[in-house]
């Protein structure tokens, strides 16, 4: 049975993604600045635990963080030839400041690769500078036409690494390591989440990139979410803005660079891939309440008892486990856990009177609903299951979400049998076709080279589209 | 001795100011982004450490974090008469957008109370959905006429507090409590900064306040630094942008509400009030490297026998101490004790091969310059030893700057003594003037009432420039 003001996934998966947004207070329209959303409290703090678990992982692979400015002069987009083409047509204007008509406008970010740029060009001179290794979080602009809370807004918040290097294999090192170390390291272990670790097509590519990866997620509808991308730019930003240093033969040389992010969307993928029709459902290692304990009494007396042993209970678990006691009177133990339940929150621990009288709690796992997700255990030793349990849970949404990847993935050998596929699934084949082939196909079907896999077959095999022999095998689905 | 590219304080400090920015590699200026700098790496970090400590105190006290649109409806400006002549000649705006001009101009956020008002009005309904407690980090931009890195530039980066009460006592302890709880003992603890906590006259305070309480530190030419402002908005916002709650008796009410934020300024406030003349001193609780190691050897023999005593040394530092071993083979180890102080790294420890025969190492203190900041010491209990001493550099920065600040202040009777006073320093006094009197001390002096201290002395006395008796005590300085 779906929640009040939650339209079930098989009836509306659309519709159904934007009543948990909203029923689990995740976000609100800016419906005064377009294509804008409020991260509310509930959704930003599952973007600060994103953020904290990047950052870690951004940092440990040797990076630091610095911060450039949010205006870039139109000019600087105009450098690079692809670039320009790629985001002049959505980005927002500034052509007034301090009450004067600026001489030339600004345009607000909607990727910083020329502003930083400008400055390497500054920074580099010699080989000992290299590499330049910085990562920015920042918010960032692109005037979309259809937006959708998270997945798709005109303003969002990202972290976008820039990084210089000495040779193209520097570069493409670095830019790997990202998507592998950092970005598939992250969504599989924290939001459980099987990403699949790809090159994008010439047609897919980053505008300005020599090549770009990524990795892709499978929503619930089978639908493809590109959940971070990792672009070596070869040698085309360092000429457009001339970030040259002088080798250990005193050549000046033109310097290779890379640039890589993810962004707020990561929080709509976690709510498309694992929540269901009760509401949403949080990793336990990205919640930002990992269990909520519900006392539940009838009178003063009553709560005293409880609350007593609630105290008693949870000690020890500051530190330890991000909780939360919802000692609010004026609603029922049921709203509550209703509330709960929308909210996403992986644990739930009920005390009673009878609890308290027997030493137990009840405990409710939000992966599995209903009476099989519930059990009555010891208040003794309780810390230590629960510590265990939230594990478990991590594993058992990336367990689910892998099976649900596998059985709606399939190897095609015949367009009609893609088309088939695409409709719930990703499709796998091989593949020879052109830029052009892939939009006729995308025109047809709506479905796009989400990637060229990185874990290829051996061999090869009959392209899909054009009958050629092929080498290489892709994966095409619908997306996000 | 002034170090290579630092002026001395005493002959320019304005330009040892930005001699230290330079020289310590914290910002560089955004030459093609008018009034703009980018925040470097090293500048970065310490901007890192402030917002975690920040955080941690604005989390503690209750609040959530949330993230609003950078973009404003200009329209939303004009609906505070104060706020609107506070803010709108100095915005940027946004008039152009994917390609179109708009209907009505954006402008981008140069703080954040009308957009978060118009949101707060869709959200209060009743009395209990108050208080609401909600912190944004952010970007905004103030199109300033003069700029100077961190203090004063036109896009900078802060934090800025929105709640939201259901009575004028409840929003005024809000208010007072981010100024004792959050700001003043952040500063004071986390900075080694002392402060004057006070409330600012009617001409200083913030457009659209009720009252705005401020913390103000000195810096070491003796002018007054505004660390942080805690506004009580009254219902002046409330009615603005009709944010009511029905009460308990069922009536509709305006709500009450409060501001407050500090700023990457704090940056420089942390440069201006501890650093020296041979560069940077950043209190260890805020420095992103606590404690440099560099190793000192001649060939590879030497170099094996360091590093593996430096290894010895350091393990079990992590998590506990931050540190960085200085490996760099191509530098001496002068450039690199000059480089790290310049830095400010609150400690050095040099280890050489004498040292790994006689089981010590070498201990320099950046907050004494010179010998009778080095040491030697013991390797035995090293670890113990460098907790207490970073402890104890804290601890003696904060009396410094507490030592400074008494030398610099003064209680004055005459206005002309008044006038000598502020050339140097800050003078205390008794004051009954109109804000047509301090504009015109202003002009005559270029110093203002930095806060009517929040700690008054009992009684009253003559006031320094009317005459008239006064009761109210204040604090007048020149300020950043």
């Known amino acids: 049975m779906a929640k009040e003001g939650i339209i079930a996934r098989a009836k509306d998966y659309a519709q159904w993604y934007l009543d948990i947004v909203r029923e689990a207070d995740l976000a609100d329209y800016a419906e005064v600045v377009r294509g804008c959303i409020v991260f509310k409290p509930t959704g930003y703090a599952i973007w600060e635990h994103i953020q904290s678990g990047l950052d870690a992982r951004i940092k440990e692979t040797g990076h630091v963080n610095a911060y450039f400015p949010l205006l870039i002069p139109k000019s600087f987009l105009m450098k690079e030839a692809e ?66 809370p998270f997945l798709r807004t005109a303003e969002f918040l990202w972290q976008e690494g820039h990084t210089v290097h000495a040779s193209e294999a520097e570069a493409e090192a670095e830019t790997l390591m990202i998507l592998h170390d950092v970005y598939a390291d992250f969504v599989e272990k924290e939001m459980a989440l099987p990403v699949i670790r790809g090159l994008k ?20 509808d089978g639908r493809a979410l590109q959940a971070g991308t990792s672009h070596n730019l ?75 042993a609630v105290k008693r209970i949870t000690t020890g678990w500051k530190g330890q486990i991000r909780f939360k006691i919802d000692e609010r009177e004026h609603l029922s133990p049921g709203f509550k856990f209703n509330e709960w ?31 099989d997700g519930k059990s009555f255990v010891t208040q003794e ?89 092929a080498k290489t095998f892709v994966v095409f689905a619908r997306s996000y």
Not at 248 to 265: I, P
């Open 201 to 220: 097509t010439e047609k897919e590519k980053f505008p300005g990139a020599l090549r770009s990866y990524c990795i892709e997620a499978m929503m619930q």
């Open 341 to 371: 339940e929308v909210k996403g929150v992986p644990v739930r621990i009920e005390v009673g009177p009878k609890d308290v009288d027997k030493g137990t709690v009840a405990l409710a796992r939000r992966d599995i609903p209903g009476r």
């Open 83 to 148: 670039h320009v083409e790629g985001f002049a047509p959505e980005v927002a204007e500034v052509t007034h400041a301090g009450g004067e008509k600026l001489t030339e406008p600004y345009v607000i970010r909607p990727t910083s690769e020329t502003i930083i740029g400008y400055f390497y060009a500054k920074w580099v001179r010699s080989y000992r500078d290299l590499p330049i290794l910085i990562n920015q979080w920042a918010n960032v602009m692109r005037w979309e036409m259809r937006t959708r």
């Open 234 to 308: 070869g040698q085309n930003f360092a000429k457009a803005f001339d970030i040259t240093y002088t080798d250990h033969n005193n050549t000046v040389q033109h310097a290779w660079t890379t640039s890589w992010g993810v962004s707020t969307r990561l929080i709509g993928a976690l709510i498309m891939a694992h929540s269901d029709d009760d509401g949403l459902i949080v990793p336990p290692r990205l919640a930002p309440v990992q269990v909520v304990v519900v006392p539940i009494f009838k009178n003063d007396a009553e709560k005293a008892v409880v609350m007593d």
């Open 381 to 469: 030793g309780l810390t230590e299951r629960i510590v265990t349990l939230l594990a478990d849970i991590q594993t058992a949404l990336y367990e689910r979400a892998l099976a649900f990847r596998a059985d709606r993935s399939k190897t095609v050998t015949s367009y009609d049998e893609l088309k088939a596929q695409i409709e719930t699934g990703f499709a796998y084949c091989w593949w020879d076709g052109s830029n052009e082939d892939e939009k006729r196909i995308q025109d047809e079907t709506r479905a796009t080279i989400r990637c060229i896999p990185i874990d290829q077959p051996q061999g090869g095999g009959t392209c899909i589209y054009t009958g050629r022999p």
